[in-house]
């Protein structure tokens, strides 16, 4: 099956850095990614999807400014955590839609600690 | 709005024993339905889907769920658990093009005994 990576897989940052999280299909072309964002022990959240060459639409409550997505390519998307703080902590995981089998694969998450 | 519920947040189950998992959705149209396994380290994977015809489906792995529309559900089934199926256990019902944009069960973790 199609395979999607994220980078870097853990993160350990201080309180108003800028973190980067890259998500990308290595061996198809993905128009369309998206983001979540999973708690401990819960479920998946839906926060924003990427278009390659758009701009990205985020779900309702999610900042767009806090969290920019930029999806450059058809096989890469970035979600950059701005001026993180610790309630930011989460396990973000990146899929990529291939449109060939219509069908998301998923990235194996970011865990992203600040303190 | 779409909603996904996981009525079972653990399930313990031995070893060659029979797994049922439930879900329940909520969706105003004809849903797109999905089991996923996520295992630790490692992204999500899926278990098999459901988009129109046969209301049973067979999956990886030796899963199986059959759409129930109207009890609104899609559970989950193995007739015989493997150890390496301990894992937490999403289901989920797609809206939009193709049902691409998920909204998830809470999760079923499940526990395998020796």
């Known amino acids: 099956g199609a395979v999607v990576s994220q980078h870097p897989s853990r993160v350990i940052c201080k309180s108003g850095t800028s973190v980067k999280i890259e998500c990308r299909s290595l061996?198809?072309?993905?128009?369309?990614m998206f983001w979540y964002r999973q708690f401990p022990k819960q479920s998946l959240m839906l926060m924003a999807t990427?278009?390659?060459?758009?701009?990205?639409?985020?779900e309702q409550g999610v900042e767009k400014d806090k969290f920019l997505i930029n999806h450059a390519s058809l096989t890469l998307s970035t979600l950059t955590v701005t001026s993180a703080h610790p309630e930011d902590s989460s396990f973000y995981i990146c899929?990529?839609?291939?449109?060939?089998?219509?069908?998301?694969?998923f990235g194996p998450g970011t865990r992203l600690t600040v303190l | 709005a779409q909603s996904v519920t996981q009525p079972d947040i653990h399930i313990t189950v031995s070893e060659g024993a029979s797994l049922e998992l439930r879900c329940n959705y909520s969706?105003?149209?004809?849903?797109?339905l999905f089991w996923y396994v996520q295992s630790p380290g490692q992204g999500l994977q899926l278990l098999l889907k459901?988009?129109?015809?046969?209301?049973l489906v067979q999956g990886i792995k030796g899963f199986e769920a059959e759409f129930k529309r109207s009890q609104s559900s899609f559970n989950l089934r193995k007739p015989s658990v493997h150890w390496s199926d301990a894992a937490e256990y999403f289901c989920?019902?797609?809206?939009?093009?193709?049902?691409?944009?998920?909204?998830f069960g809470g999760g079923t973790r499940v526990l395998v005994k020796p």
């Open positions: 899929s990529a839609r291939d449109g060939n089998y219509n069908e998301q694969f």
């Open positions: 061996d198809f072309q993905a128009t369309t």
């Open positions: 990427s278009n390659e060459g758009s701009k990205a639409t985020y």
């Open positions: 969706y105003g149209a004809t849903p797109y």
């Open positions: 459901y988009f129109s015809g046969d209301t």
């Open positions: 989920a019902v797609g809206a939009g093009a193709a049902g691409n944009k998920l909204t």
